[in-house]
């Protein structure tokens, strides 16, 4: 007999890999220029040619035990340091390198987050919308996913709401700035008040709460935007980062876990997130990765054809008529969806080989998330076939 809880897992995959998959069969059975798959957040520009680069130079140069061997289970230490003056560069934080966890993307960040924090039944508060997995990571360490209503139609943390849900078995506040799947940015103020909220909670209770932040998408911003650096903002605060956006490295599966020096305990929590590590077998991160990065701390992929897919994605359809929530960060569209069932209207807008991700799964009704990290064509090619279901609701 295998484990129910995993069967169910496996025999539901997430909904944006099923409908990613859908594509599949779709592009194969009738060409790839004929489908417009909005539903997967795979980066479709090149890494950067100085990485590039870097990479073959690894591989001619390095010796292979240097390439292909073990570092030490929480990551190269030269790595490690590289990680933490960039910090240092970009935020004016002293980060220390001792306690920088590499790990294999930001999945395996927040997996180890969660383990080495939770205890069976505690709370872990998040924003919603928020991204579908976070409820499987929490609940295999033992937490309760407790989802809070974002403000309407800005999708901005709403402390009200923050305030209510926060009660003396919250362990974590989970951040996503920018956020997916609305492509929010919350702002410094908002994020100020939000670190004052979990100062007073935390004497209320006699607890210790954590923020969280999860970070992807953190170079992926806007019009000026920016997303504050939490640890200046609060003291025990962790940072699970990946290069899979900044750097379209996806499949690399290469990332960290930061846990701030300002925190009390730091050394402790670390060694709990080492602990962490080690049970769940995500240790020694991809060398070869390691080591490339290690010297590519600050470079980015061009996103500016990602502005300017939002730009045209955005208003065309806003002058269709469509509701949608102007992104700050990430490369996702949030659009309200044109009747209540967000399911039923995706399933109609296969009829025009559109895929769109329903937000059930994200923690919301009636609104549908529309990745376009995709070629300038595609979009351009899409917007006949986005009016035309918008003419089907309107008749």
Not at 70 to 98: L, N, Q, W
Not at 342 to 347: I, L, P, V, W, Y
Not at 348 to 375: H, M, N, Q, W
């Amino acid at each position: 007999m295998v484990s129910q809880d995993m069967l169910r897992l496996g025999q539901q995959s997430s909904v944006i890999r099923a409908i990613s998959e859908y594509g599949a069969a779709r592009r194969a059975q009738i060409g790839a220029e004929n489908v417009f798959d909005f539903s997967l957040g795979n980066p479709s520009i090149p890494a950067p040619e100085a990485l590039t680069e870097r990479l073959i130079r690894a591989l001619q140069e390095e010796h292979p035990c240097r390439v292909h061997g073990y570092t030490s289970s929480a990551g190269d230490m030269g790595t490690r340091g590289a990680v933490c003056e960039h910090i240092e560069r970009t935020f004016g934080f002293e980060a220390d390198p001792k306690l920088v966890y590499m790990t294999c993307g930001a999945a395996a960040s927040l997996t180890v987050a969660f383990h080495a924090l939770l205890l069976e039944g505690e709370k872990v508060v998040v924003p919603a919308p928020f991204f579908p997995e976070y409820r499987v990571f929490v609940e295999k360490a033992g937490g309760v996913l407790c989802p809070v209503p974002s403000l309407e139609p800005s999708f901005q943390i709403d402390l009200d709401a923050m305030a209510a849900a926060i009660d003396e078995k919250t362990k974590i506040v989970l951040l996503n700035s920018p956020n997916n799947p609305t492509g929010a940015v919350y702002s410094r103020e908002t994020l100020e008040k939000l670190c004052a909220l979990l100062r007073e909670k935390e004497k209320e209770y006699g607890t210790e709460i954590f923020l969280l932040a999860d970070e992807p998408y953190r170079e992926l911003c806007y019009g000026g935007a920016s997303p504050a650096w939490l640890p200046s903002l609060y003291d025990r605060t962790l940072v699970a980062y990946s290069y899979s956006k900044s750097l379209s490295l996806p499949g690399e599966r290469i990332g960290y876990l930061l846990v701030s020096p300002r925190m009390e305990k730091a050394a402790e929590v670390f060694a709990a997130v080492c602990g962490a590590g080690r049970s769940l077998g995500f240790v020694c991160a991809p060398s070869l990765w390691q080591l490339v990065l290690k010297d590519c701390q600050g470079m980015t992929s061009d996103v500016s054809e990602y502005e300017r897919n939002r730009d045209t994605l955005f208003h065309s359809l806003s002058e269709m008529g469509y509701t949608v929530t102007p992104p700050d960060g990430a490369f996702y569209l949030f659009v309200k969806s044109l009747e209540e069932d967000a399911g039923a209207f995706c399933e109609r807008a296969k009829k025009y080989e559109l895929l769109l991700v329903p937000s059930d799964s994200f923690g919301v009704k009636g609104y549908v998330r529309i990745a376009y990290c995709t070629d300038p064509e595609t979009i351009e090619k899409s917007l006949p076939a986005f009016r035309a279901l918008y003419e089907e609701y309107r008749k």
